[in-house]
Nanobody, 128 residues
Framework: QVQLVESGGGLVQAGGSLRLSCAAS????????MAWFRQAPGKEREFVAA????????RYADSVKGRFIVSRDNAKNTVYLQMNKLKPEDTAVYYC?????????????????????WGQGTQVTVSS
């Protein structure tokens, strides 16, 4: 099992940037595919970005492509989400997630059931 703790959320103006961090504990982080999801008030949790265990491959939701960058540092057991050109519609609670069984990005990996461990979330609010 991987324990995940997100940080870095906050209030930012539209057009600004934030970097989220997700610190992981547990032996399997370096072999886990990791992902970021978000959930806005009244909406379902949705996929944002994913990264393979070795950072070789990444995938993004169309809504954030070109603005967000996912990365990881296995030596620090941490995955990051750099968010640029933020928009009010990016306002949500952002969650980090880990897959215990999958390392790579193959086929559909955007579902909640594709991940086993979740953090508690960090709030991101973008003002217009």
């Amino acid at each position: 099992q991987v324990q995940l703790v997100e940080s870095g959320g906050g209030l930012v103006q539209a057009g600004g940037s934030l970097r989220l961090s997700c610190a992981a504990s547990g032996r399997t982080f370096s072999t886990s595919r990791m992902a970021w999801f978000r959930q806005a008030p009244g909406k379902e949790r949705e996929f944002v970005a994913a990264i393979t265990y070795d950072a070789y491959d990444k995938r993004y939701a169309d809504s954030v492509k070109g603005r967000f960058i996912v990365s990881r540092d296995n030596a620090k057991n941490t995955v990051y989400l750099q968010m640029n050109k933020l928009k009010p519609e990016d306002t949500a609670v952002y969650y980090c997630a880990a897959s215990r069984t999958s390392r790579r990005i193959v086929g559909a990996i955007e579902g909640l059931s594709d991940y086993d461990d979740w953090g508690q979330g960090t709030q991101v609010t973008v003002s217009s």
